[in-house]
């Protein structure tokens, strides 16, 4: 069993992600978390704590651990509920922005994320809710539904914010969830990629948010689209296998489109469908492993990721501050956290278990004899 891999990803996965949670269940993430972009700091609390919660909820949802990845679950669980209780307080420092004026359109974003991570650990976060809590979430997450999606990847924001409610028992619109996946679904440009809206961008929207939540919802609701399900999921099939292939035989991979400094968030889909035992049939699971390990040690390797008190800093390889869009904060940073999904996976499974694999590149690079890639009909 390859344990030291596991133990890699788990130890990356909280590195990254307990400062966000150990400051939020204390109360002091306000007060702790760098402010690197004075015009948006404001939304910079839901957003490190959405995305970090969308990123460990498979492994907080997994059953009978043992050990001392048991230990470490246990208390990571204990502070997300402790960390939600004051993100959801009015009374907390910590209280979080969820809406507001007419210029206060980003909470609807990270509100969706942390629906996200409802949906992906239903018994562990939302049946395990405290009532007060849960009262106080509904509370927040009406305020954000009253935000008006912009035209493209934000339907989906939406749509995940009245999954959500639906999750927590209060009330949702389902017609809004239909609408917007419809809408949605109708931006398809071919071979396993959406457009963001009807312009199709080059970038990683499709991972960091199109195909995954578009996955949630409608897993989500089993009636939904019901006839559509099998092509979307036929579409993130594909979409990881172009990620696979877009990982090169040095873990690197074109750092190309917007919000680049999510990093190794880019790679959700294809986690995803490892997590879902739904790989392309040419991947085999301890080829993905070996890819994404190879990137997540390439970019953790940079100078200066993190600062001298832990907290991620804007880059890729490095602090490089200038691929920071307008909208970046530190925040913002932890979207990085969804490549770690596959931690959602018991540890006996093969996922973890296998002899390294190369991966594609690795392979074609090495003078090996492959298959021509194909793309899939529209």
């Known amino acids: 069993m390859r344990t030291d891999i596991r133990s890699y990803w788990l130890d990356t996965m909280l590195k990254i992600a307990l400062p966000v949670l150990e400051n939020l269940a204390n109360d002091t993430l306000k007060e702790c978390l760098p402010n690197t972009n004075p015009k948006c700091h404001k939304n910079a609390?839901?957003?490190?704590?959405?995305?970090?919660?969308?990123?460990?909820?498979p492994w907080l949802e997994l059953e009978n651990l043992k050990g001392e990845e048991r230990k470490l679950q246990e208390n990571c669980r204990m502070l997300f509920h402790q960390a939600l209780a004051n993100a959801t307080n009015p009374k907390a420092n910590d209280y979080m922005?969820?809406?507001?004026?007419?210029?206060?359109?980003?909470?609807?974003?990270?509100?969706a994320f942390l629906c996200s991570a409802l949906?992906?650990?239903?018994?562990?976060?939302?049946?395990?809710?405290?009532?007060?809590?849960?009262?106080?979430?509904?509370?927040?997450l009406m305020i954000s539904r009253k935000i008006e999606p912009l035209n493209n990847n934000w339907v989906l924001f939406s749509a995940m914010v009245e999954t959500g409610l639906y999750l927590l028992g209060g009330d949702y619109d389902k017609e809004r969830i239909q609408n917007h996946v419809s809408r949605m679904l109708s931006w398809y440009k071919g071979d396993g990629l959406y457009g963001d809206g009807e312009a199709f961008c080059f970038d990683y929207y499709n991972s960091f948010v199109i195909q995954p939540m578009l996955l949630d919802i409608m897993n989500c609701f089993k009636d939904m689209e019901y006839e559509m399900q099998p092509v979307v999921w036929q579409?993130?099939?594909?979409?990881?296998?172009?990620?696979?292939?877009?990982?090169?035989?040095?873990?690197?991979?074109?750092?190309?489109?917007?919000?680049?400094?999510?990093?190794?968030?880019?790679?959700?889909?294809l986690s995803q469908m490892a997590l879902c035992h739904r790989l392309p049939e040419e991947l085999i699971p301890a080829q993905v492993r070996s890819a994404m390990t190879a990137v997540i040690k390439r970019i953790m390797e940079g100078p200066c990721i993190f600062d001298e008190n832990g907290?991620?800093?804007?880059?890729?390889?490095?602090?490089?501050?200038?691929?920071?869009?307008?909208?970046?904060?530190?925040?913002?940073?932890y979207l990085c956290t969804v490549v770690f999904l596959v931690l959602g996976l018991q540890p006996e499974e093969e996922f973890w278990t296998d002899e390294d694999e190369p991966w594609t590149s690795q392979k074609l690079y090495s003078g090996e004899n492959m298959s021509a890639d194909k793309a899939i009909k529209i």
């Not at 993130?236 to 040095?250: C, F, G, T």
Request: with cysteine; proline share 5%.
């Open 97 to 111: 922005i969820f809406g507001g004026g007419e210029e206060e359109r980003q909470p609807l974003v990270d509100a």
């Open 45 to 57: 609390l839901l957003e490190a704590f959405g995305r970090t919660a969308c990123g460990i909820s």
């Open 235 to 269: 579409r993130s099939q594909r979409y990881a296998a172009i990620l696979e292939r877009m990982i090169s035989p040095e873990g690197t991979y074109p750092i190309v489109g917007r919000s680049v400094c999510y990093r190794f968030g880019a790679f959700q889909t």
């Open 311 to 333: 907290w991620l800093k804007t880059g890729v390889c490095g602090y490089q501050p200038d691929l920071g869009e307008r909208y970046i904060n530190t925040g913002s940073l």
């Open 119 to 140: 949906v992906r650990a239903p018994k562990s976060l939302v049946h395990s809710m405290e009532d007060k809590t849960k009262d106080q979430l509904i509370r927040c």
